[in-house]
Every structure is written in C-alpha cells, then in structure tokens.
C-alpha cells in the first residue's frame, strides 16, 4: 500500500508525488514507472479517499493519465459520486505481455478502511463490512510494448468514457493511493475472462494503517542571551545590491525545491511538469547564435526515460521582466527542445493564465511560458507548512526558514501592496464625482483590483486548505480585456471596484467591494432564509448563529420576487427580530450580512493603505461570521401516523 503514510515502494517503481492545492482546483499525482514494477505485480489500483464525509465534496473528479512528458493519454471524468468516502479511480494491470489501464469506478461508503479490507488488508485489527458500489463504467485502454507512455494510436477504448484530452492538467482531483497488487489480474472490465484470479487473490498481508502524527519544531532554549543572533539557513546579512539579492533568492528557492518534494511539485505542477526525481541549477550558461544566454536557473525533471526541462527567470524588488528577456530564453528553449520558460517576480497576474509580459501568442505556440509571483511561492510554502502532514522535523524546519527569508523586506520578494501611481488621482476623482468611465487612469487602478482579488484569495487558500477562488461571471472568463473594460465603467459611474469569492464549505460566495466614494469597504454573504416555521423564528435561526458577531454588523432580508428589502442593526435585530419583517404575506428569502469598514487612503504601505485595509477587512468579517453560520437544511419528512384500528361492528 502506498498512501501519505508510505509514499514508495522500495524500488521506486510507484511514487506518491503529492497533493497540489491551487486558486483553479487541486491534484493528486501518482508516478508509475512501468519499466521498474517487479514481475511478479500484475496490477497498480489506483484509489482516492478522503476523511470528509464523502467525495461528493468536490465539485469535480477526474482521473487523467499523462505520459512522461506529461501528455494527456486518457480521462476518466467520474460522476454519479453520493456516500462514497473511497473510490477506485482505476487499475494499470498487465495482460499479454504489456499493460493496460482498466477504469473502475468503484466507490465504497466505508472509505479507505472499507476498500482496503475487500482487499484482504486488515486495518487496525477490525474487518469492515464491504459496501462496494459500482459508480462509473469499465473501459480498456491499452499501452503496448509495455512502456510508460502511449501514443495516441495505442489507445484503445471499449466505451467513450476515458477520451483522449488535449486540455492538460486535471483541474480538480484529491489525494492519490495506490495498491501494487501481486496476483491481481483485473476482475472486471471486458476482456475479463474466468481464467482471471479473482478480486482479492494474492493480498494477504496484514498492515496497520495509521496517521501519521504531525510534527513541529522545538524552541530554542540553548542561548544565555536573548539578544544572541541564530545562525540561519537562508541569511539576508550581506546583501550589497540588487544582483546579489536577485540571486540569493533564486538559490534559496531552487535549493528548497529540490530538498523538500512537496514544495518542488507544487511550483512545477503550475508549469505542466511531470512528477520525478527533480534537480535545480542557477546559472546555467547556453550558446545562441553567436551570444552566451544565462538564465537565472534551471529546472530538471526526470521521469522514466523523459527528462523536462524549465528556464528560470527571477526577477526581485522593484525590477520586472523585459519582452526581449523573454522572447530569447523562449528562442533558446525551443532550439535545445526544452518544455517551458518560467519566471518569476513581483509582478501579480490577474488570473493564473495571464503572463505580465504581453506576448504573440505564437511565441510560446511550443514552448510554454508560465509566471508565478513571489506571493504565489510564498503561499505555497506557507500551504505546506500548515496543512501538509510531515513526519519529518528537517523539511518543515527548511520551509520555515525559506518563509522566514522570503518574508525579509531584503530578501527582495515582496507581496503585493501597491495600488500604482494613479491610485490617488481616481480615489480623489471619485470622492469629488468628477471620475468617468473613460478615464484612463481608471484603468491600472481597477488592474490593480484584480491582482489584489487574486493575492486575497491565495492568502485564503494558504491559511484555510482549501482552494478559495474568485467568482467571474461566465461572460468574461477568458476575456481579460472585456473584465477590465467591465471594472473601470463600474469604477466610473459608481465609484465602486467589487468582487466575490467563494470558499468551499461556507454558507454563500464572500462580496467585498470597495466604495472610494464613502471610502469604506464593505464585505458581505449572503444566506438562504428557512422555509418553514414562524417568521420571527426565521430571523431568530440567524440570530442565534451570530450571538457573539459584533452589534455593528447589518442584516438585510430579501423577500423575492419583490425587490423591496429591509435592513437593521444586529444589535437591534437581536432585541427585536420582528423589525426585518414586513408583513404576514412576505416571506423573506435570504438574508445579506454585511460590515463596512474603514477604508485606507495610501497608495502602500503597511499601515493606513487600502490594500492593507482590503485585507483586514476580508480576515476580520471571516473571523466573525462566515466561520459561524450555516446553511438552514430542511428536516427530514415525517412518516404519516399509521390509522387507527376500526372498532368492532363499525364499517371500515
């Protein structure tokens, strides 16, 4: 079994590489080197499980299979998921002297436990009942000389299900097990013959199955005096200009990379890189033409027979990347057949997408080009740090460290805090009504926004563990130019920048607009309202949930279709609950829980900017309502009173 606990066999032919969580979804990669599995495993299962109630969670699944460039070979898009807790997304087994890839679909209730004990494990020394429940079809798909990798030619498919796809990476997936099955020959599926052993023939080891318990680091204590300096892994004593900080940063990071897995997937698996052994390089110098090109770093992939490969471009501070930079790294990986230009600076993108360099398209037709922010790595480290279970003390001492470096003003990786030059013109335009919406200095401060948007929601999903996104009407997903162009007339006519986020699990998506007219910021949910009962009880069943909210908060209740509304104090709500009421006849349909704060007026700055006032104002309204309140689910339905039995003499 190879899960978060045991992530190897002892040959390394099956590697657990990981979870990814990001602002577009999450993954869970698994790396199978065919060419290394021992001859007597006839089969890998692959299953994905989690502690939650059940996989229904997620708002999609998909299994995809790369090759070792990581190609997409096949799909296996899951549906139909209600109580299951672990699932068997599919099984690579061998047959006639190669491979194949079977989809399964097979989902039990009883979770990881239940799986692995129709599997002949027994766990923690009880045996769980079997729930096996067959969710999706079976589907072949076969890879032939038994390598690692297919062509589109060699797959075949008996049912549609399992497609080639063109699109990339899974965007949504969690956390991938394996079991390397000696003697598992493939009990479904349609080449299934009776000659085939059945489901759990050869699995008769018993294993124990624990959490891992998670570590933490120890105070210092050894010094006599508290002024002592400790000696640090990553220093930022010495650095003497903006040359020396570019390259110590990109040192620090590459190193961490490479010492600490988790940390080098979640950075290349932004790039499209494959899971593997992983190996970084600062300046490495290549001819191009009749120059010397050094990019800053590069990164080296191997998997199986392949071997991908990424240019690194840092930039730190103030400075930003430069088209022709670019373009000649983009010119010098696509003559040496490398994967992919990465860069990476202080310069925020507004969607994950979108490179601060505006480019042809055709430029990077064949090689990709791929940007991430110094917030971007330091959110991924900060992720690991607080939600990835290690065992071992070394590599959380090691990102926190990095994170300690990276977070120094000299360290030259810098969150984004800088609403730009034109941020005080357009507030004071605003506030005096003289803003219109083709202003142009509009424009960088609504980009700005969006990049701000993007930042406040990586910063949720680092603290929270969970992928927090932004919430973009579907008429401009994929059109920057037409979101932007949408910004700066809302801008203009109201004096307004909105947007919503939304935060798995929570009661609805998180508004937070910024209103430079008043200059507040207002951040707000919204939550379905019962459907039965009383109508003071209603607004009671809110009430409740916000017994310790602060008396300021605002309460609105939405009676639709009408578009009339109501709107009180929660202080005044608490003592009077009939005050958000109307009448018999409305009933209200959801209520809107809002807080303005103050807004901060500097361009940047740690304290009194707006984005510093932006971001307190998201944590505070978190902290005191979204955490507490929960949807209004409708009681189960009653059984009617059986009749009573007709007495004597009585015709029925």
Same mark, same amino acid.
């Given at each position: 079994?190879?899960?978060?606990?045991?992530?190897?066999?002892?040959?390394?032919?099956?590697?657990?590489?990981?979870?990814?969580?990001?602002?577009?979804?999450?993954?869970?990669?698994?790396?199978?080197?065919?060419?290394?599995?021992?001859?007597?495993?006839?089969?890998?299962?692959?299953?994905?499980?989690?502690?939650?109630?059940?996989? +229904?969670?997620?708002?999609?699944?998909?299994?995809?299979? @790369?090759?070792?460039?990581?190609?997409?070979?096949?799909?296996?898009?899951?549906?139909?998921?209600?109580?299951?807790?672990?699932? %068997?997304?599919?099984?690579?087994?061998?047959?006639?002297?190669?491979?194949?890839?079977?989809?399964?679909?097979?989902?039990?209730?009883?979770?990881?436990?239940?799986?692995?004990?129709?599997?002949?494990?027994?766990?923690?020394?009880?045996?769980?009942?079997?729930?096996?429940?067959?969710?999706?079809?079976?589907?072949?798909?076969?890879?032939?000389?038994?390598?690692?990798?297919?062509?589109?030619?060699?797959?075949?498919?008996?049912?549609?299900?399992?497609?080639?796809?063109?699109?990339?990476?899974?965007?949504?997936?969690?956390?991938?097990?394996?079991?390397?099955?000696?003697?598992?020959?493939?009990?479904?599926?349609?080449?299934?013959?009776?000659?085939?052993?059945?489901?759990?023939?050869?699995?008769?080891?018993?294993?124990?199955?624990?959490?891992?318990?998670?570590?933490?680091?120890?105070?210092?204590?050894?010094?006599?005096?508290?002024?002592?300096?400790?000696?640090?892994?990553?220093?930022?004593?010495?650095?003497?200009?903006?040359?020396?900080?570019?390259?110590?940063?990109?040192?620090?990071?590459?190193?961490?990379?490479?010492?600490?897995?988790?940390?080098?997937?979640?950075?290349?698996?932004?790039?499209?890189?494959?899971?593997?052994?992983?190996?970084?390089?600062?300046?490495?110098?290549?001819?191009?033409?009749?120059?010397?090109?050094?990019?800053?770093?590069?990164?080296?992939?191997?998997?199986?027979?392949?071997? $991908?490969?990424? =240019?690194?471009?840092?930039?730190?501070?103030?400075?930003?990347?430069?088209?022709?930079?670019?373009?000649?790294?983009?010119?010098?990986?696509?003559?040496?057949?490398? /994967?992919?230009?990465?860069?990476?600076?202080?310069?925020?993108?507004?969607?994950?997408?979108?490179?601060? %360099?505006?480019?042809?398209?055709?430029?990077? +037709?064949?090689?990709?080009?791929?940007?991430?922010?110094?917030?971007?790595?330091?959110?991924?480290?900060?992720?690991?740090?607080?939600?990835?279970?290690?065992?071992?003390? =070394?590599?959380?001492?090691?990102?926190?460290?990095?994170?300690?470096?990276?977070?120094?003003?000299?360290?030259?990786?810098?969150?984004?805090?800088?609403?730009?030059?034109? &941020?005080?013109?357009?507030?004071?335009?605003?506030?005096?009504?003289?803003?219109?919406?083709?202003? =142009?200095?509009?424009?960088?401060?609504?980009?700005? &926004?969006?990049?701000?948007?993007?930042?406040? !929601?990586?910063?949720? @999903?680092?603290?929270?563990?969970?992928?927090?996104?932004?919430?973009?009407?579907?008429?401009?997903?994929?059109?920057?130019?037409?979101?932007?162009?949408?910004?700066?007339?809302?801008?203009? /006519?109201?004096?307004?920048?909105?947007?919503?986020?939304?935060?798995?699990?929570?009661?609805?998506?998180?508004?937070?607009?910024?209103?430079?007219?008043?200059?507040?910021?207002?951040?707000?949910?919204?939550?379905?309202?019962?459907?039965?009962?009383?109508?003071?009880?209603?607004?009671?069943?809110?009430?409740?949930?916000?017994?310790?909210?602060?008396?300021?908060?605002?309460?609105?209740? #939405?009676? +639709?279709?009408?578009?009339?509304?109501? !709107?009180? #104090?929660?202080?005044?709500?608490?003592?009077?609950?009939? !005050?958000?009421?109307?009448?018999?006849?409305?009933?209200?349909?959801?209520?809107?829980?809002?807080?303005?704060?103050?807004?901060? @007026?500097?361009?940047?700055?740690? #304290?009194?900017?707006?984005?510093?006032?932006?971001?307190?104002?998201?944590?505070?309204?978190? @902290?005191?309502?979204?955490?507490?309140?929960?949807? $209004?689910?409708?009681?189960?339905?009653?059984?009617? +009173?059986?009749?009573?039995?007709?007495?004597?003499?009585?015709?029925?």
């Amino acid at each position: 079994m190879i899960f978060y606990n045991q992530t190897a066999t002892v040959d390394g032919s099956v590697v657990l590489a990981g979870k990814v969580n990001s602002d577009r979804g999450g993954s869970g990669d698994l790396l199978v080197d065919l060419a290394a599995v021992e001859a007597d495993v006839q089969a890998v299962t692959v299953v994905a499980s989690t502690d939650q109630d059940s996989l +229904a969670v997620l708002e999609r699944l998909e299994w995809v299979v @790369t090759d070792g460039r990581a190609n997409p070979v096949a799909r296996f898009p899951v549906a139909g998921i209600t109580t299951e807790r672990a699932l %068997v997304l599919g099984e690579v087994y061998r047959r006639a002297g190669g491979w194949k890839l079977r989809a399964v679909g097979q989902g039990w209730q009883g979770g990881l436990a239940g799986l692995a004990t129709d599997y002949g494990v027994t766990v923690n020394g009880e045996n769980v009942a079997p729930d096996a429940d067959p969710i999706g079809s079976a589907a072949d798909v076969e890879f032939v000389g038994g390598s690692d990798q297919a062509s589109d030619e060699a797959v075949e498919t008996a049912d549609p299900e399992p497609s080639v796809d063109s699109g990339g990476r899974s965007d949504a997936a969690p956390g991938v097990d394996a079991i390397p099955n000696p003697g598992l020959g493939g009990p479904t599926g349609n080449d299934a013959s009776p000659s085939d052993p059945p489901l759990v023939a050869g699995i008769t080891k018993k294993v124990r199955v624990a959490a891992p318990k998670p570590v933490t680091l120890p105070p210092v204590r050894l010094a006599d005096d508290p002024g002592w300096q400790s000696a640090r892994l990553f220093s930022i004593s010495g650095i003497g200009g903006v040359d020396e900080q570019e390259k110590r940063a990109t040192s620090a990071l590459l190193w961490a990379m490479a010492a600490v897995r988790p940390l080098g997937r979640a950075i290349t698996a932004r790039a499209g890189a494959p899971s593997g052994a992983l190996e970084t390089f600062i300046e490495v110098g290549f001819p191009l033409g009749e120059h010397r090109v050094i990019p800053d770093g590069v990164i080296r992939i191997a998997r199986g027979q392949k071997v $991908w490969t990424a =240019l690194v471009e840092v930039k730190t501070g103030d400075a930003v990347l430069g088209r022709d930079q670019i373009e000649t790294y983009l010119r010098l990986a696509k003559r040496r057949k490398f /994967d992919t230009v990465l860069s990476i600076s202080n310069q925020v993108s507004t969607d994950p997408g979108v490179h601060p %360099v505006e480019l042809p398209a055709k430029s990077f +037709a064949i090689v990709g080009l791929v940007h991430i922010s110094w917030s971007e790595v330091m959110h991924e480290v900060r992720m690991l740090m607080a939600h990835h279970r290690f065992t071992d003390p =070394l590599p959380l001492w090691i990102l926190t460290e990095l994170d300690r470096y990276l977070g120094h003003p000299r360290s030259g990786a810098m969150p984004f805090n800088d609403m730009g030059p034109s &941020w005080v013109p357009v507030r004071e335009s605003a506030a005096a009504g003289t803003l219109r919406p083709g202003d =142009l200095k509009a424009v960088p401060v609504v980009n700005a &926004w969006q990049k701000l948007m993007r930042q406040s !929601c990586l910063g949720l @999903t680092a603290r929270l563990g969970v992928p927090v996104r932004q919430i973009v009407p579907r008429r401009l997903q994929g059109d920057p130019v037409a979101r932007l162009d949408e910004g700066t007339h809302l801008l203009g /006519d109201h004096g307004l920048m909105a947007a919503s986020v939304r935060v798995p699990d929570a009661a609805g998506p998180i508004g937070i607009t910024a209103d430079l007219r008043t200059s507040q910021v207002i951040v707000k949910v919204e939550i379905g309202a019962p459907r039965e009962g009383a109508l003071a009880r209603r607004v009671g069943w809110l009430v409740r949930q916000l017994k310790d909210a602060p008396d300021e908060l605002l309460v609105e209740a #939405r009676f +639709a279709p009408r578009s009339e509304t109501t !709107c009180e #104090r929660l202080a005044d709500v608490r003592s009077r609950p009939q !005050c958000l009421l109307r009448g018999k006849d409305w009933e209200p349909t959801s209520f809107v829980i809002s807080r303005a704060h103050p807004m901060g @007026t500097k361009r940047s700055g740690a #304290r009194g900017s707006f984005v510093s006032s932006v971001n307190e104002a998201i944590d505070q309204f978190y @902290t005191d309502v979204v955490e507490r309140i929960r949807p $209004w689910t409708p009681p189960a339905p009653a059984l009617p +009173a059986a009749d009573p039995e007709p007495e004597a003499g009585v015709p029925s």
